[in-house]
């Protein structure tokens, strides 16, 4: 039977040999590997060859790491990782392990679907739920509107310190102005410290109710997630087509639950008192002012009114709000 040393000695003039020859002296020079020796220094160069297979992965990987060209496009084996070796010593000898560690761009990504796993959006556009901004930027896009957006943050820093509150807010403009976008980014921030959130569009969630009907089930969840969720907003409330059964049943089951509770935030280009107007008549009733003033008793006491300024930003090309 051939020795171990014979066998070798017969792979020792072949390509593969030679390519192997050439990896070890690549992965010896490799500054990662040098700076990786400096921590420990009981490592020989016989256990380095022993585990080539590892700290060549090791070398890649920081190589590419080093040149990231984004997560999407990331050439590591396992996506948004990179290997890390570690050391352990038994009886004269080491041992050397390899595991994959998260880099920074994928834990950025985890937390961000996570947060964005906390809000639920029907009928909105989610553009303005994908990303953060900073305080700055908010107030930069539209210094007319600077007054709300220092009543939202004042919200937002209350409600982070305080825990989640019982009265909203109800923000009301023109058009444009930024009302949805600035609900979107009180989510997102809230998100981040555990809040779950959903916003609705008032105007289509009131027609797709309708097909609600043949769906009892999906009516009833629909129902049961805006009364838990901890931040609901009801966008654009006023421009829906009021029904009784609308007012009555979905509105008003929805925020008897939630008054006392949890807070319910409103975008409308009505004041308070035009919306009980709205509330009082029906297309199918006509004029009903007592349920119109039953159910701005649940919304008019447990909000804050925010006054929204500004320029229409959807009258200009390039506005992200």
Aim: glycine share 6%.
């Amino acid at each position: 039977m051939e020795s171990l040393a014979d066998l070798l000695k017969q792979f020792s003039g072949t390509p593969l040999w030679k390519n192997r020859e050439e990896i070890r002296k690549q992965v010896a020079t490799d500054p990662a590997v040098r700076e990786w020796r400096l921590l420990h220094p009981e490592v020989t160069d016989e256990e380095i060859s022993l585990n080539l297979n590892k700290f060549y992965q090791f070398v890649k990987e920081r190589n590419n790491c080093s040149q990231c060209p984004g997560l999407e496009r990331c050439p590591n084996d396992f996506e948004g990782h990179y290997t890390v070796l570690s050391v352990e010593t038994t009886q004269d000898r080491c041992y050397i392990y390899d595991r994959k560690a998260s880099c920074d761009k994928f834990i950025t990504k985890q937390n961000q679907d996570s947060i964005r796993s906390r809000i639920r959006s029907f009928y909105v556009d989610e553009r303005s739920l994908n990303q953060g901004y900073s305080a700055d930027e908010i107030l930069s896009k539209d210094w007319e509107r600077a007054a709300a957006v220092d009543q939202i943050m004042d919200y937002i820093l209350k409600t982070k310190e305080q825990g989640l509150q019982r009265q909203g807010l109800y923000l009301a403009g023109p058009f444009g102005t930024g009302k949805t976008f600035l609900m979107c980014y009180m989510l997102y921030e809230l998100a981040k410290v555990g809040l779950t959130g959903a916003i609705v569009y008032m105007p289509d969630f009131s027609e797709d109710l309708k097909s609600m009907f043949q769906d009892p089930q999906k009516l009833k969840e629909t129902i049961d997630l805006l009364k838990e969720t901890d931040l609901l907003v009801l966008d654009d409330i006023g421009a829906e087509n009021m029904n009784p059964w609308l007012r009555d049943h979905v509105l008003g089951t929805i925020l008897n639950y939630r008054m006392n509770r949890k807070p319910t935030f409103f975008t409308s280009n009505y004041e308070l008192d035009d919306l009980e107007k709205h509330f009082s008549f029906t297309s199918k009733d006509g004029e009903e002012e007592f349920k119109g003033q039953r159910i701005m008793d649940r919304i008019r006491h447990f909000v804050e009114v925010v006054h929204v300024t500004g320029y229409n930003k959807r009258s200009k090309a390039g506005e992200t709000e």
